[in-house]
């Protein structure tokens, strides 16, 4: 998970403590109705150098976890691009989609939704035209190592885009590997996200792909100095004691909302909240306020979503005391 630079989605503050969800859309903004609803990104596993690296390890229990708490899906990251060699064919290491192929097994058996999706190939975003041919290489090879997969299997084209991949350049990226995944699936759900860290200001400037079956993204971790702070990996760290919560809070981040339900319409895609949390050191009440507002405004669009992450550094769930943050999962579960 990197820096989102996005606007953010946030429910109008009424008088109270509480935000109202009188946020939803006009009438003539229909959202098509998304195929995800509740997801729980599994970050810091495969989205690390190697699996294990980062702390986290992904288990069958997990699976049957989190699918007992009430999502439908899971999100993993996958880093294809440092187990991929760096000449032609390109070759991704047989293990590394062999352990991917396992967990998406051990999603469907849980009764789960999978997404799996392309993540930080940092390489790509300095120097699209050196990678282009290797990326289309990897995808190949991934949507060949999946075709025959169960339904529940759903597709991420590339994760965060940012630096050199514009808009206009992930508007074509996005056209050449939906081909690709295509040959090999041409039903199945895929998500298609845009520039700018995957920001929702990026995403309206795009022109997605002409498909019926794709699911629009974006990523938001709005504000960021709130989201933030005292973070160990951000260079540098926002200071920490920012709050989060006044009435201008939430009445700006609601007409983003509007903003991203406008677009889901107007293209006819159903939108995707794909990763948003606050860093674990924030305090908890502060988490779970910001938490509850972006999963309600989502919720109210008809957007599905994704909190990020799992167990590691902006966990919903605590690995050394293995229990969920009820906190956290009140936000994302209650009004």
């Not at 403590?17 to 195929?35: F, G, I, L, T």
């Not at 009430?70 to 352990?99: F, N, Q």
């Not at 309206?204 to 960021?224: A, C, G, K, N």
């Not at 948003?276 to 669009?301: C, H, I, S």
Request: glycine content about 6%.
């Amino acid at each position: 998970m990197l820096r989102a630079l996005s606007f953010v989605l946030i429910l109008t503050l009424a008088g109270c403590s509480e935000p109202n969800s009188s946020a939803s859309p006009r009438e003539d903004v229909r959202v098509p109705a998304s195929p995800i609803a509740r997801c729980m990104n599994l970050g810091g596993a495969l989205e690390a150098p190697n699996e294990g690296d980062w702390g986290y390890t992904v288990r069958a229990e997990d699976m049957a976890r989190i699918k007992e708490a009430g999502y439908d899906t899971v999100r993993l990251p996958v880093r294809w691009s440092v187990h991929a060699m760096d000449a032609p064919p390109y070759t991704i290491d047989p293990a590394l989609i062999e352990r991917v192929q396992e967990i998406v097994a051990q999603a469907d058996a849980a009764g789960l939704q999978i997404i799996v999706d392309l993540h930080h190939y940092n390489a790509l975003m300095a120097d699209p035209d050196a990678h282009y041919d290797r990326l289309l290489a990897m995808w190949e090879q991934i949507s060949a190592a999946f075709a025959g997969a169960p339904d529940s299997l759903i597709l991420e084209l590339i994760n965060e885009p940012h630096d050199q991949m514009t808009v206009a350049r992930t508007d074509a990226v996005n056209e050449a590997l939906l081909s690709i995944v295509r040959e090999d699936h041409p039903d199945r759900w895929v998500i298609v996200g845009s520039a700018g860290w995957g920001g929702l200001h990026a995403l309206l400037e795009s022109q997605p792909p002409e498909d019926d079956r794709i699911v629009l993204t974006f990523h938001s971790y709005e504000p960021y100095d709130f989201t933030h702070q005292g973070a160990f990996f951000a260079d540098p760290p926002p200071p920490t004691g920012t709050r989060w919560g006044a009435t201008s809070d939430y009445s700006a981040l609601n007409a983003s909302a509007d903003r991203a339900a406008q677009f889901a319409s107007d293209q006819g895609h159903p939108m995707f909240l794909g990763e948003f949390g606050v860093y674990e050191d924030v305090p908890l009440d502060q988490r779970a306020v910001w938490t509850r507002a972006m999963r309600k405004a989502a919720e109210d669009r008809r957007f599905g979503w994704c909190y990020w992450d799992y167990a590691t550094t902006f966990k919903a769930y605590n690995l050394e005391r293995e229990e969920w943050i009820y906190s956290l999962q009140r936000a994302l579960f209650e009004d």
